[in-house]
């Protein structure tokens, strides 16, 4: 007799199978012939005699090739200016599916073993980097920075396709450059001296965020050292300054409170424990030293000088200290108010610390208002 686990198991595997042919078989009949190819190669792999699988592959192979062959015939008699990008992902599909079954032993004898289209690609990859050069052209002789914007992906897609087509690395950084907008951003303004460091902090954290943010935009963001330097008309300026700060603002709070607790053993009589209640009385100081300032963000168009946009900021940080004593009998106190009055006040961070410490939430809210603010370029 078959042990009942051993029979369950057998039962999973076959159901396994079946599914695996049938889910093959279902591709097929709805007409997704590549899904359907795929499953029936995954199947023989697991399965080289799997005679379902076999006549599977056979057919949606066969429906497969003729869609995708039919799709190119129809992409190239479009009018689609960028249908011989169309052609090449039809190709790359064929192909794909030509990969699939040649790493499969059982596939390669059960059909035809099929062709690549090497050549073909290469052919539609360069008609498709002259279309793509030659819109890229046309765009910018628009002189506008929206068209000069595609002109760029237009040539950056060319470059991809058929790679360093003709002058197309130069006319990529000729169209980035008639389409990026060139902003100065003036240094952070401080009245106080004493906070140039953390504020030079600051302000390089900012320049760090602003370096990164250009790599992957059409903005492109100058300090004004290197605005001077290049001798450079900006289209907008980014100012930031600080309306109010304070650091190092202190409140000090104590709290007294008696505290007792009964049932606590005070000594012995006659050879017998005594209990009683003990009291205490608790003084436990909070201090709290809280930072805070307001950034002032404009952005500036240079030409008109007009405000594109302005808002001002909050950050906050507050640094708390807990500590406390007692007098009267320390069996009186709770778990939390002996871990209180064992603990000493706290020296509190340098100014520098905590001016630091208020400009971190200033980043986030600046930096998250720089991104929104430019997507719409």
Known sequence: MIPPRVSRLSLLVLCLLIFGCSAGKRSLEKGNYDQAVYKAVNRLQKD??????????????SFAASDHLENIREAKLSSDVLRWETVI??????????????????????????????????????????????????????????????????????????????????????????????????????????YKYTNEYFQNKIYEYLENYERRSFIKFYTPKEARREDLIPDQVLSLNFDDFVVGQTYVKEKVEEVKRDSVKIGTSDGKDVYGTVKAKVSIFEKTISSAGLLDVVVTDWHTKNTLT?????????????????????????????????????LPPPPQELFLEFTKPLYAQLTDKIRKFYARY
């Open 89 to 194: 992902g039809e190709y790359q599909a064929l192909n794909a599916l030509a990969d699939e079954i040649r790493r499969c032993p059982s596939c390669r004898t059960a059909i035809k073993l099929p062709g690549k289209y090497i050549t073909e690609i290469a052919e539609a990859e360069l008609n498709a980097a002259t279309v793509r050069y030659a819109r890229g052209l046309k765009l910018l002789e628009a002189k506008n920075r929206l068209s000069a914007k595609q002109a760029y992906y237009d040539f950056e897609r060319a470059d991809q396709l058929s790679q360093g087509f003709k002058d197309v690395v130069q006319k990529m950084d000729e169209a980035y450059w008639a389409a990026v907008i060139k902003v100065v951003v003036e240094p952070v303004k401080l009245s106080r001296g004493v």
């Open 310 to 346: 302005q808002e001002k900021m909050q950050g906050t940080f507050v640094w708390q200290d807990k500590w406390g004593s007692f007098k009267g009998d320390e069996r009186a106190l709770s778990k939390e108010e002996k871990s209180l009055i064992n603990k000493r006040e706290s």
């Open 48 to 61: 080289p005699d799997n005679r379902k699988a076999l006549k599977t592959l056979d057919q949606a192979y």
